[in-house]
């Protein structure tokens, strides 16, 4: 069985640009989660879809945004990069939103 | 709030035993559970701990104490390729899972 992928593996941008990221889960899971990990640290929640409704939204600002499909794949969309984007971002699919979260490989974004 | 306190960097050569121990502070209780990542790599899952006792998964354990709010893992027989960050985590009602900072271990030869 295939497990979380995510595209694209890296990713280049400028400041000001945006950027979309994707994420299909295991098929099966209907939760999708996104983590913010900048080097040296733990991952940071950024939002967690259940259903294809928002459960959760963590410390993040307003340029960061997310959506999940019928499918139950997901969009993590941001605005205006700055360069403290630059990070790994993590997507993890459970079954549902309180069930263990297995996580994909990320995308490495890296903002110049 | 909610916070998890781990060491940074362990060490240790192969064969031995090492423990990572985990201590936090939730506000609500669901669970302990354990991350490996290998640099760059995706966090994979090792295990978790809901009760209180032992956790045992092959080379990998994990223990839960709900009344200390303290976990470890312990890993035996270590090996090169067990070299990689240890993350433990907690999730909160909502299933947002909360991380510590990660402990580097080192396996030398």
């Known amino acids: 069985d295939a497990g979380v992928t995510q595209s694209p593996t890296h990713l280049i941008k400028t400041r000001g640009q945006h950027v979309t990221l994707r994420c299909s889960p295991i098929s099966g899971h209907k939760s999708v989660s996104w983590y913010q990990q900048v080097l040296g640290q733990g991952p940071q929640f950024i939002f967690q879809?259940?259903?294809?409704?928002?459960?959760g939204r963590g410390n993040f600002p307003d340029r960061f945004s997310a959506r999940q499909f019928p499918n139950y794949s997901s969009e993590l969309n941001v605005n205006a990069l700055l360069l403290g984007d630059s990070a790994l971002y993590l997507c993890?699919?459970?079954?549902?939103?309180?069930?263990?979260?297995?996580f994909g490989p990320g995308t490495r974004l890296l903002v110049l | 709030g909610q916070s998890l306190e781990q060491p940074s960097e362990v060490t240790a050569v192969e064969g031995a035993i090492v423990q990572i121990n985990c201590t936090y502070q939730?506000?609500?209780?669901?669970?302990l559970s354990w991350y490996q990542q290998h640099d760059g790599g995706a966090p994979t899952f090792l295990s978790y701990?809901?009760?209180?006792g032992l956790e045992e998964t092959g080379r990998f354990s994990s223990f839960l104490s709900r009344s200390d709010s303290y976990g470890y893992l312990l890993l035996q027989e270590l090996q090169m390729k067990d070299s990689a960050s240890y993350f433990c985590?907690?999730?909160?009602?909502?299933?947002?899972?909360?991380f510590g900072q990660g402990t580097e271990l080192s396996v030398k030869p």
């Open positions: 939730t506000s609500g209780f669901y669970g």
């Open positions: 993890a699919s459970s079954q549902a939103a309180q069930e263990t979260q297995y």
């Open positions: 879809y259940y259903e294809k409704e928002e459960r």
């Open positions: 701990n809901a009760l209180d």
């Open positions: 985590a907690v999730p909160n009602q909502g299933g947002k899972l909360i």
